[in-house]
């Protein structure tokens, strides 16, 4: 196994720029997430480092080997789709050695290969079943493994998780997390969901209009956005913005209280959302539309005028013309 090194990758198609000079380390093992919306370049990034996609310009490697010329076979890395990719006239075992069987390892390999592989997705009871007669999570199981049996330097993962419905999702997202720990592959997984994207990477990497607008712990993208953008986009529901002393204010809908009217501004509420855990109001202060999200049930009805103060430690400054967060201040 080892580390992976994007340098200024750009790509073009015609007068179109899909990535612009995108930079990247991913260290032995860690796990990155590549997050943002559709269209902004994270899928392109992926095949670009798969061999799937060239580059207009700039290298990949991995340790110290420039692997960009190589075709996908020869680059040592393994990818898992976001439609399973499971041949259905094979059996799982089948499925789970194939790509080993390509590379022509011996049948002994095979068989340790497949059977280590097999235990550690709790696939070893369904090793001679067909793809039609397992789940969408066990064919996304079976394609984790395959991916794995061929021990690669770098798994890649492109949405692998968003054709499971929600519940079987989060079962999925917990278990994936706990097989890579324990298989220790370095892996650059592609999400526009920044839930997954939080629960499962060491560090994301933001992307938006072909550029990464912040690399980060999963902390420090929702605590401290790089940009309004990551602001606006990390978090449900998003960073509330605020024109404040010729700038922008960042401020997390949790982190802002209710107060006296002594304390604190006017806050209108026009929606009440009783969510269990929390309850978001939807309302206006000072003329812009405003997110309060309340530990746990009130009883606050559509209507109401409440007072609320942001945390000033939580706020965050934003430059309103470039969206480039800013040093903290004290308003005025």
């Not at 439609?83 to 059996?91: C, D, E, G, I, R």
């Not at 089948?94 to 390509?102: R, S, Y």
């Not at 956005?225 to 990551?230: D, G, Q, S």
């Not at 978001?280 to 009883?299: C, D, F, K, S, W």
């Amino acid at each position: 196994m080892a580390g992976i090194r994007i340098e200024g990758i750009r790509k073009s198609f015609g007068a179109t720029t899909a990535l612009e000079a995108v930079d990247l380390d991913v260290a032995d093992r860690e796990f990155v997430a590549l997050l943002g919306p559709s269209g902004c370049g994270k899928t392109t990034l992926l095949r670009i480092i798969a061999g799937l996609e060239t580059q207009t310009a700039g290298r990949v490697l991995i340790g110290d080997k420039d692997i960009s010329g190589l075709p996908p076979r020869a680059r040592g890395l393994a990818m898992v789709f976001q439609n399973y990719a499971v041949f259905p006239h094979l059996k799982v075992r089948d499925n789970i050695a194939f790509g080993l069987t390509m590379n022509g390892a011996d049948k002994a390999k095979i068989a340790q290969q497949v059977e280590s592989t097999a235990s550690l997705l709790q696939l070893g009871k369904l090793l001679d079943r067909y793809p039609a007669q397992l789940s969408g999570g066990q064919r996304q199981r079976v394609a984790v493994a395959r991916a794995l049996a061929v021990e690669p330097a770098v798994l890649l993962m492109d949405e692998p998780l968003s054709n499971l419905d929600a519940l079987l999702r989060l079962d999925m997202r917990a278990e994936l997390k706990e097989v890579l720990r324990a298989a220790g592959t370095t892996t650059i997984y592609v999400t526009h969901d920044q839930t997954e994207a939080m629960a499962l990477a060491d560090r994301i990497a933001v992307l938006h209009s072909g550029k990464v607008e912040q690399i980060g712990t999963p902390s420090d993208i929702y605590h401290h956005p790089a940009t309004r953008f990551v602001g606006g986009f990390v978090g449900s529901p998003p960073m509330n913005f605020l024109p404040k002393d010729g700038a922008l204010i960042g401020i997390r809908p949790e982190d802002i209280d209710l107060v006296s009217a002594a304390e604190g501004m006017e806050f209108r509420v026009n929606v009440v959302e009783p969510l269990g855990a929390q309850t978001l109001l939807t309302g206006t202060a000072e003329g812009q539309m405003l997110r309060v999200a309340l530990a746990g049930e009130h009883a606050i009805a559509a209507g109401t005028t409440l007072h609320i103060r942001p945390r000033p430690e939580r706020i965050r400054w934003m430059d309103a013309a470039t969206g480039q967060a800013l040093p903290a201040r004290t308003p005025a």
